[in-house]
């Protein structure tokens, strides 16, 4: 009987070759955000999913046997989205650790980023140190999780090849910084997705973090060299020493045609070693390895175009919306009860001179100006969605909100307890949009800066 596998990310660069590849082997479950409406792979089934609604993701991996987790949130989704990427991969992660765990999922394969050894946890790069909290958000709900930690994947359609091809395509002379002397390990995607194949469903590797890579070492001054070399282009590429990091974002940015907001991550990490670790090395299958000139011929033989992607409906998406994000250091292990209930009281007493907070016996809560009986805003409270490590509110009213059957408001512990996050999810905004960014959304952030702040003073003087 075939495995069924679900894939949330599957419309990205592994995903969709992992589908094309195996969709005959198991019984494929690929995960969007958008419904489709003609499907290329009949055998795939694409079920729709809001991977930042713990309900939907929990729907959507029903009758699941392995997951494979392929999601890093590099840029928003929203028009607006207030809060840092490690802080939005974070939360989805423990979506989906709560999803897969309601669901008796029996592993999750996590697809992340080698570590460097030379440096402590503390001092890596924020985009691997993400990689790491993901890793432990996805293990943190009993879920037995495989993460393989890999280097740059070299493949047609890989975003990381991808701009070091157009480095090596656009520029006849290549001033390399400090950090392309780093060394690393590239792979192939051909021998990812065997070793990712291999892992499904094996119990040898659950709980194990596995490091995978070719075992050619290279600097990635070496690689643009090798690139360039089978793209037969003659390129000068040398090494200066004076090219600060933020200089190399704009520079890789440029001209290898990627968005700045993944570019910065990516460069940040590159200043690190990134070399199979010889205790995680993978070692549960014997591999002939692609060279890295081997996996770039793949990546650029045009036979290998990016697989297709089914026929999405268009949607009409709700103008405007919001995401807010933040996470606030819990060093005193209060719960997200405790958290959400000091929040209704501070608010009013932070505002005591203009706001007025009322809570019913249910602990429904609304805001008022003083004087007014219209709230600003008014939550309800959603017991059979909440507990002590998790508050959730439904926005379902107030002058300063558009739509009352959208949008919801939530408090969370993650990582056994170390975070608290606070987050609003499609809040749509009353006010005109450009006024709205200009004041009442600075104003957001001002406030649970100052309640971060609060929750740090609280816990000194407690």
């Known amino acids: 009987m075939k495995k069924t596998v679900a894939i949330?990310?599957?419309?990205?660069?592994?995903?969709?070759?992992?589908?094309?590849?195996?969709?005959?082997?198991?019984r494929i479950v690929a995960l969007s955000r958008r419904e489709v409406i003609q499907n290329p792979y009949p055998k795939v089934e694409w079920r729709k999913v809001e991977l930042f609604s713990i309900t939907s993701t929990t729907e959507a991996l029903q009758g699941v046997d392995f997951a494979i987790y392929l999601i890093h949130s590099m840029s928003g989704s929203t028009r607006l989205n207030q809060g840092s990427f490690e802080d939005t991969d974070l939360l989805l992660a423990d979506n989906f650790a709560r999803a897969a765990a309601a669901n008796g999922i029996k592993q999750v394969l996590y697809l992340g980023g080698i570590l460097p050894k030379e440096v402590n946890e503390n001092d890596i790069s924020v985009h691997l140190k993400s990689r790491l909290e993901v890793e432990k958000a996805l293990a943190s709900k009993g879920t037995p999780l495989t993460a393989l930690r890999a280097g740059i994947i070299v493949g047609p359609g890989g975003s990381s090849f991808k701009m070091i091809y157009n480095l090596v395509r656009k520029l006849p002379a290549l001033m390399c910084p400090q950090w392309t002397l780093s060394e690393t390990q590239?792979?192939?995607?051909?021998?990812?997705?065997?070793?990712?194949?291999?892992?499904?469903?094996?119990?040898?590797?659950?709980?194990?973090?596995?490091?995978i890579g070719s075992p050619e070492i290279l600097s990635y001054k070496e690689m643009l060299e090798k690139t360039a070399k089978v793209m037969k282009k003659?390129?000068?590429?040398?090494?200066?020493?004076?090219?600060?990091?933020?200089?190399?974002?704009?520079?890789v940015s440029y001209f290898g045609e990627t968005p700045s907001k993944l570019v910065s991550p990516l460069v940040e990490s590159l200043k690190h070693t990134l070399t199979v670790s010889e205790a995680l090395a993978y070692r549960q299958k014997e591999i002939k390895y692609l060279s890295y000139e081997e996996s770039v011929k793949e990546a650029l033989d045009p036979i290998n175009q990016m697989p297709q992607l089914p026929k999405f409906r268009n949607e009409k998406e709700v103008k405007n919306?919001?995401?807010?994000?933040?996470?606030?250091?819990?060093?005193?292990?209060?719960?997200?009860?405790?958290?959400?209930?000091?929040?209704?009281?501070?608010?009013?007493t932070f505002f005591r001179f203009f706001i007025n907070a009322k809570e019913n016996n249910r602990g429904d809560l609304g805001f008022y100006l003083l004087g007014s009986s219209k709230p600003m805003l008014q939550l309800t409270w959603i017991p059979d969605r909440s507990d002590i490590k998790r508050q959730?509110?439904?926005?379902?009213?107030?002058w300063l909100v558009k739509r009352f059957d959208y949008g919801w408001l939530e408090f969370r512990e993650v990582l056994g307890g170390k975070y608290m996050i606070s987050a609003i999810h499609e809040f749509v905004p009353r006010l005109p949009?450009?006024?709205?960014?200009?004041?009442?959304?600075?104003?957001?952030?001002?406030?649970?800066?100052?309640?971060?702040?609060?929750?740090?003073?609280?816990?000194?003087?407690?």
């Open 392 to 398: 959730l509110f439904y926005i379902t009213g107030g």
């Open 433 to 462: 949009w450009m006024i709205y960014v200009n004041t009442q959304a600075k104003i957001h952030l001002w406030v649970m800066n100052k309640f971060k702040k609060y929750l740090e003073k609280y816990r000194f003087e407690v």
């Open 186 to 211: 590239a792979i192939s995607l051909k021998d990812t997705l065997t070793i990712m194949d291999d892992c499904l469903g094996k119990s040898e590797v659950f709980g194990k973090a596995i490091e």
């Open 234 to 251: 003659k390129r000068w590429i040398f090494s200066v020493p004076f090219f600060s990091v933020g200089l190399s974002k704009l520079w």
């Open 8 to 26: 949330a990310g599957a419309g990205g660069y592994i995903g969709r070759w992992f589908i094309h590849y195996f969709k005959d082997k198991y």
């Open 321 to 348: 919306t919001v995401r807010s994000i933040q996470r606030f250091p819990n060093t005193r292990h209060q719960s997200a009860l405790w958290v959400a209930n000091r929040y209704k009281l501070w608010l009013p």
